[in-house]
């Protein structure tokens, strides 16, 4: 092993010296020195060898250029890629813009692409460079788009679709949001993906695919809920494939392009709270899963959560470093998690790197649940987050009302790692299944086995609920607020928050000031990012709903809470922009594809042995407390782990909340999901945050040593590299706006730096 990885840095000394451009595939032979994936390179360690930017001049960087993206609505995180001199990017109303990436100027657009796909796009060339591609999910679907001309390749799949409703082994009409908003990683002439069905009760199960980039063809399948004969099947009960889903990975897939293996961070199976339907260990929910990426082949499996009652999905891109280890140099992997743990195993052979301990875990108290007497707990690596919730944890910044009432009710809640949720009290974990480290948020220096971990410290409070069916056809005029109160508990306040304002999703208050009924509709029915569809609504529950929501005069106080997006009407396409390309509107096959009916599956298939009762988390403090956050600050910090000893080698809190204060519903800085990092060699460590900046640390301490404030929240992870000999950093800032001012005239953007020009 030590003889291929001298192999490898050598090759890429090699790349160095010619003009990275020139590659073909680059992304495989040249890793560090381009930006053509979501997430720098197949190995998504966001790490660039590029050295123009150092220590010393860093704060000399200046603007270079931005890009405004002209739209009101800001739910996209966008990854920009650059390909030669091109940027690829998201911008005014649902478009593909490609620019300038070196002044922004617009080359083509391509307009209505609402698409799913919205923190990146994958790319993909011929060896000749000829042929050349971006692709991205869209409606349930694949679909790729010419680099060079903008339009889209009708030679994919079916008249330049690939319906990914398809080929799961599922009914069609029972599968929805076969796709992710990450985008899939490419291998050779295959692109990779992964899925977001939701782990609701019945969702669809997320297995990984891959399809060949020409045409479209489905190359393999890795069942992550096994079937009958298949490894693992006997960690569920003999028909749980045929109702269970989830167990899917939304995150990131991380190639070692070298070795040809994908790693992959695996989801929590459904539902996620309750498990009487699924007793057993449950794989291939919760591990880090190593496939052969040319066939899709096993080829070795660690479950970090055995059984999930939690929602601790696996999610971050897996890091593929080469640490010192023994003596010896090891290619290996490491996996951050939502619970606070790093784990590390060799990369070939799954073996851990320190040892992973089995240790007895609380059992749960709920009718017909079997919780796993036993969890993995890493041995020498320290969790990167706070575990357990205790009186000083409390937030400072809560009354002393509130300070009261949560004393008394932290001594009737079981807090702690691993503590089974009951519909009899309050559950507290910290962190909460929407803390920890998520999507985008790990990057490293492989060379030097340095892994950064961006996390978040929140606490969730749970309690379950039992699931009443809902009536549906039942008349609502007379008790449709009643109706619309109890649907609303059921099926939207996890997300939305117990007084609207948000929490995972965005505030919901006042909705009809920014939606029409047919909008709320076709997001509810549709579902819409990481939002499930509602497919079984009848039209009179969604009246009730939106009626609900759009009359909240009273319902305002103590719900001021830091909304994720500022949702504004959808505007109209915009005329093409003056001068740029524009290429054919909306997708190709979109119309056809919409038209195959949804009948998501609602009860278990006949002969199935079944729970007698269902339950969901209705506690109306699953995403932190009532507040942004029950605990004191740091609410977000980057963590840097040197594998080659095991320890932290610095930790720092991240953000900075300016708007603080006493009893008010306290924001989040760092706001740890789809921020972004970038690690350089020359010993950089760059993070964006949810107070409004990006920021440069040494990556030896932690100091800082750099800083830029947006007048919007950076989103989605920023993107470096170089054109014409100068080194260029972009950040996407288009989110809830930092600055004063009324929110149409803060510029949403794209924001490019660099050194200045020598004179
Ligand atoms: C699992 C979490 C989750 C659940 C459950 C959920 N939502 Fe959402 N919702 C989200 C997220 C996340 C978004 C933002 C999606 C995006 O744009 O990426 C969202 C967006 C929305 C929007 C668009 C808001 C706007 O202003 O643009 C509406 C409306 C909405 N949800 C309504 C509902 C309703 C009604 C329910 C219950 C029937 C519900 N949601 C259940 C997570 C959820």
Sequence with gaps: MGASIVVFVAVCIGCMSTKSTMQPNSYVTNPYTTWRQYGGGADQSKYTELKQITKTNIKDLELAWTYSTGDNVSSYRFNPIVVDNVMY?????????????????????????????????????????????????????????????????????????????????????????????????????LIILGMAPGDVIFSAPGHLRAYNVVTGKQEWIFHTVPQPGEYGYETWPKDAYKYTGGVNTWGEISVDAKRGIAYFPIGSPSFDYYGADRKGQNLYGNCLLALDARTGKRLWHFQLVHHDLWDFDVVPAPQLITVMHNGKKVDAVAQATKHGFLFAFDRVTGEPLWPIEERPVPKSTMPEEESWPTQPFPTVLQPFNRQKLTFEDLNPYLTDAQKETWKKRITQTRSGLFEPLSDKYETITLPGANGGAIVGNTASNPKKGLVFVSTMDKPAVYKLKKLEPVQLSVPLSSNETEFAKAFYTQNCQSCHAANYAGAVGPSLININTRLTFDNFKSTVTDGRGQMPAFIHLDEKAIIAVFKLLSDTSGRRAGGNARRWFDPLPMPKAKTPVTGAVVANGGAPGEAAVSKVPLNPMTDYPPGVARPKDRYVDGSAFSWGGGFSNLIGPPWTSIVCYDLNTGQIKWKRALGNDEKVAPGQNFGIPGGSQNKGMIVTATGIVFATCGDGYIYAYDEENGNLLWKYKFPRVPEGLPAMYEVNGRQYLAVCSVAAKVTDGPDNLVPRAYYVFALPKKK
Excluded at 128 to 139: A, G, H, Q, T
């Design 89 to 189: 990017l998201l911008a005014k109303d649902n478009s593909l813009v490609a620019v300038d990436a070196t002044s922004g100027k617009e080359i083509w657009i391509h307009t209505g692409l609402n698409l799913t796909s919205k923190r990146g796009l994958s790319y993909w060339e011929s060896k000749d460079r000829k042929d050349r591609r971006l692709i991205f999910f869209m409606n349930n679907t694949l679909q790729e788009i010419d680099a060079i001309t903008g339009k889209s390749i009708l030679t994919f799949g079916t008249d330049g679709v690939v319906n990914l409703r398809e080929g799961l082994g599922r009914p069609v009409e029972e599968v929805v949001r076969p796709t992710s908003s990450t985008p899939g990683i490419i291998f050779d002439d």
